[in-house]
């Protein structure tokens, strides 16, 4: 791409004139809607000018709650042609728990001042009381009830304001990450650009079953589709989760080069696909398999490999990687033509004088590889000061594509941005010029004055006959007048398990805590699945997690009939009603 293309409107413009690229939608049948980038183009400035009829202008920030569909992209590049901000955010996907989703709604759309939320029929019956307490200027739109109207598309600038992403909220509330047009098409180009394109190939192609309201969706994947021109094929999360398999038939059937998931999502596949869902899958020609956006398990990794390698999966195509919504997505990658690099560090070293030092017998970690082009890391202690390889401190990043801060919080921007280093908020080291991480600083186990990493205690138990993967929250508190800090371990368990069998899955999860990370914990629960607060994007978020069981409101989620629905939309609105009359008898 030539360097004078620097939004993504232009980039759109260009995709527009290669009629053998596009997207496609895959369905639960497995039949497939194309969509070539000419006629993404022409719908989305009808819905351009549907918006500015609405009374959309340049600067606007509009919320999209819309499933992966191209009605999504129709409002999406629809916004950006008007000159305004489109607002990513994730549809009801918990319909027992409307009321949290509703409050959790309105607040972001409080956040960005949005003027309008575009979504679709059928989740425009669930949003009214996040509206309601909101109180967007223009109301909640589906795009094709809207006025035609002539598009008069806002040309736009490098600077200007492209997008809001919120951050996935680990640790803390999400924060609306601002991304300028210039942001988002320096990362997109430096994702193209870290991988060489293969001999007698011009262009890659994609697959997808990731949420396009989170940035290794949307900036990950449709965005370097758009700059290639190429061809990105996309599958509902949803479906995915129901049916891992599908993710890797469409890979085979789509003979699709780069597909990218978070951790856990290997693990899923191991977990749940079965042999003869994959007959007649190849997966010779997936050549870049990102592992990202959240910590990656060594154990996964191999045993996802392993697996499927009868099936044509190349050890070499496992690519860890390593990125945040605050750099609009990656900062490291791996080597792509080379297996993934992982290394054992001694766990007394780490914990107590935070160095690395390799060790046969200890803790397993995986490379994240080396920054992209033009981007700088830095490990710090908590002064400040730059510490030397192999020791952990705190990851400080530097790069083209940082935000320009969380929108309209000048002192939550000032806390992580200084003098154009990101403070990352993860902790970890440099060893061979790679990255390795070791937790989040705010989510680090304390226990008798040393430094533990979560991660490892969580990942013991994933091996536990009845425990469900990936879902274990590891956390240490300092109880009230008690002389040393406690470890405490919560573990759903499957969908098929039964509640007599809890208590001894809590003592192996317990058992293998021990043998794995050398720590007691003081307290295992066992949870009915569904329970632990995640992020939009599916993250443990270990401190709500700590607060709801501390205050006695961890509670496992209600079966979900049409009646429950009605009755927590009808809770949600009195709640919100309540809530708006308060304000107002305030004011």
Not at 160 to 187: E, I, Y
Not at 272 to 286: M, N, P, Q, T, Y
Request: net charge negative.
């Amino acid at each position: 791409m030539s360097g004078d293309l620097t939004t993504l409107p232009e980039l759109l413009e260009r995709a527009a004139g290669h009629g053998d690229a596009g997207l496609r939608f895959v369905d639960g049948a497995e039949s497939a809607g194309w969509f070539p980038w000419p006629l993404v183009r022409e719908r989305a400035l009808d819905g351009c000018g549907r918006l500015q009829a609405r009374g959309v202008s340049p600067g606007d920030r509009v919320a999209l709650v819309l499933p992966t569909s191209i009605e999504f992209f129709d409002a999406f590049f629809g916004v950006l042609l008007a000159g305004a901000v489109p607002v990513p955010l994730y549809p009801p996907v918990r319909l027992g728990r409307l009321d949290e989703y509703a409050a959790r709604t309105a607040r972001m759309l409080e956040l960005v001042r949005a003027t309008v939320v575009v979504t679709d029929r059928r989740v425009r019956r669930l949003l009214g009381p996040a509206v309601a307490a909101a109180r967007p200027r223009l109301g909640c739109v589906v795009l094709d009830e809207l006025a035609d109207s002539d598009p008069h598309p806002a040309p736009g600038a490098p600077q200007d304001l492209a997008l809001v992403q919120f951050s996935s909220g680990t640790t803390v509330d999400p924060k609306p990450v601002a991304l300028s047009h210039r942001a988002v098409v320096a990362q997109t180009l430096r994702l193209k650009a870290y991988w060489p394109q293969p001999e007698g190939r011009t262009v890659d192609s994609g697959a997808s079953w990731l949420p396009l309201y989170h940035d290794m969706g949307l900036i990950g994947c449709v965005l370097p589709a758009l700059e290639h021109p190429g061809t990105l094929t996309l599958i509902p999360p949803e479906l995915f989760i129901a049916r891992p398999a599908l993710w890797l038939q469409t890979i085979s059937r789509h003979r699709a080069t780069i597909s990218p998931a978070p951790n856990f999502a290997y693990g899923l596949c191991l977990d749940k696909i079965r042999d003869e869902e994959l007959d007649g899958v190849d997966l010779s020609c997936w050549r870049i398999a990102l592992n990202g956006a959240e910590p990656v398990a060594p154990r996964v990794l191999r045993g996802f490999c392993e697996r499927f390698a009868r099936w044509g999966f190349s050890s070499a195509a496992m690519t860890p990687v390593y990125g945040l919504s605050e750099a609009a997505l990656a900062v490291t990658f791996s080597d792509v033509a080379a297996p993934f690099q992982a290394r054992r560090f001694d766990r007394e070293q780490l914990a107590r004088a935070g160095r690395a030092v390799d060790a046969a017998d200890g803790v397993e970690l995986v490379a994240l590889g080396r920054p992209l082009p033009d981007f700088a890391l830095a490990i710090v202690d908590d002064a400040g000061a730059e510490l030397a390889p192999g020791q952990v401190g705190h990851l400080l990043v530097r790069g083209p594509s940082l935000m320009d801060g969380y929108l309209d919080q000048p002192e939550a921007t000032a806390g992580v941005l200084r003098d154009g280093w990101l403070d990352t908020g993860d902790l970890g080291f440099l060893h061979d010029g790679q990255l390795y991480l070791t937790g989040r600083a705010k989510d680090v186990l304390i226990l008798r004055g040393r430094n533990h990493s979560p991660h490892e205690v969580e990942d013991a138990v994933d091996s536990v006959a009845g425990a469900r993967a990936g879902c274990a929250v590891a956390v240490s508190w300092l109880p009230e007048g008690d002389s040393g800090e406690r470890l405490l371990l919560l573990v759903e368990a499957r969908r098929d398990v039964p509640g007599s069998d809890y208590p001894r899955i809590a003592r192996e999860c317990a058992g293998a805590v021990r043998a794995a990370a050398g720590l007691d914990p003081d307290h295992v629960e066992v949870l009915a699945p569904g329970t632990l607060p995640r992020t939009s994007s599916g993250k443990l978020r270990r401190a709500e997690t700590l607060r709801r069981w501390l205050a006695g409101e961890l509670d496992p989620p209600a079966a979900v009939t049409p009646l429950r629905v009605l009755a927590a939309a009808a809770r949600s609105r009195l709640a919100f009603a309540r809530m708006r009359l308060d304000s107002d008898e305030r004011s």
